[in-house]
């Protein structure tokens, strides 16, 4: 047997950076995400020999373990070991009944590169999972697999980062979500009409700037400036908090022009709560597609790199994508998806 599983990436339109401890245990955060119809996705396969094989085909690494022993956390595949790691510890005899003297080999491939901005690790994580659990049978609803996704990657793996990508790889769709202390996460999926999500949709250019970062340095600033008590730091994102709430009633009001100023707002903040987060190349983008006709727009993730955003209202995306076009990386065709994690079997069997 195969068992797979797919999970969606997500943009973030308001709110990032309020899902990061401390700031949500000490003032509460808010978040406002999309999933989009890149994914990532995982397969594992039981094999004859007694080993666990792990393979990302999309960076080219496969590595070969001994079965019954805990996988190295060594910077190579970590992602992949963590959870198989965890799952054999918290689930060692489902574990054992499913594999007995034989072993695995998880495969895993994501849609966007590492450090893009779109929630890639957290959303491999919980691909990961959700094949352990459609192969194990694990009674697992939907706050239960994001919030053991998020134990793996911060607390097992040590992986600086927030919340919110757990939670929308998870269950999907457009979500308000809310960030309180001791972990707690609220998921309030919101209903906006079709007709303004196609908007929304055919607004939002998604510009990928052919770089990628690690986000631990900015996001272990943004720590460390709310622990300090840094008050222009924690002010902005005071801001960032309200600005999920003013997303939240322009998409159900459908308030579309609205956006873009919203979008501009939460850019500004964002600048605020560390530095590094936007640089010379960002700044420059983001120039180049206001002055072509967008109203706003942001960086996605932690900042520094990777994908943005940019509202582009009427017919002035074509106008947008053209002035974009004098810069390197590539505009990434996309569409709302509102399904989250899926599981499923497949009977057959592939060799190594």
Not at 206 to 222: D, G, N, P, V, W
Not at 266 to 278: P, T
Not at 336 to 341: D, Y
């Amino acid at each position: 047997m195969i068992y797979r599983s797919k999970a969606p990436l997500r943009i973030g339109l308001a709110g990032g950076g309020t899902d990061v401890s401390p700031y949500c245990d000490i003032y509460g955060g808010s978040i406002l995400n999309a999933t989009i119809s890149l994914f990532a996705h995982s397969s594992i396969e039981v094999i004859d020999n007694e080993q666990i094989v792990l393979f990302a085909p999309d960076r080219s690494e496969l590595a070969i373990y001994d079965l019954n022993v805990d996988l190295p956390i060594d910077g190579k595949l970590d992602l992949l070991k963590g959870v198989y790691n965890r799952i054999r510890k918290d689930y060692y005899f489902e574990f054992n009944r499913a594999v007995g003297n034989k072993g695995l080999k998880i495969t895993t491939y994501v849609d966007a590169p590492a450090g893009s901005g779109l929630g890639t690790s957290s959303t491999l994580i919980v691909a990961i999972l959700g094949a352990f659990v459609e192969m194990l049978q694990l009674p697992m609803g939907e706050y239960d697999i994001a919030k053991y996704a998020y134990e793996i990657e911060r607390i097992d793996l040590q992986l600086a980062g927030g919340k919110q990508d757990q939670y929308a790889a998870t269950f999907g769709g457009v979500n308000f979500m809310e960030f309180h202390s001791n972990n707690n996460v609220i998921v309030n999926p919101l209903r906006i009409k079709s007709e303004y999500l196609s908007e929304l949709e055919n607004n939002l250019v998604l510009f990928f700037t052919a770089t990628s970062r690690s986000s631990a340095k900015i996001i272990k600033e943004q720590q460390k400036n709310v622990n300090e008590k840094k008050q222009s730091s924690i002010e902005a994102m005071h801001h960032l908090k309200d600005q999920s709430r003013q997303m939240k009633e322009a998409l159900l009001k459908g308030d579309l022009i609205n956006i873009g100023l919203v979008l501009d707002y939460g850019f500004k903040q964002k600048r605020l709560i560390a530095a590094n987060i936007s640089n010379p190349m960002i700044d420059s983008i983001y120039e180049s597609a206001i002055k072509a006709g967008a109203l706003g727009g942001k960086i996605s993730g932690a900042g520094g790199g990777g994908f943005m955003i940019f509202y582009c209202p009427g017919n002035s995306r074509y106008s947008v994508i053209e002035a974009l076009s004098g810069f390197e990386g590539k505009i990434q065709p996309y569409q709302f998806v509102s399904e989250g994690l899926k599981t499923w079997a497949v009977g057959s069997k592939v060799s190594l």
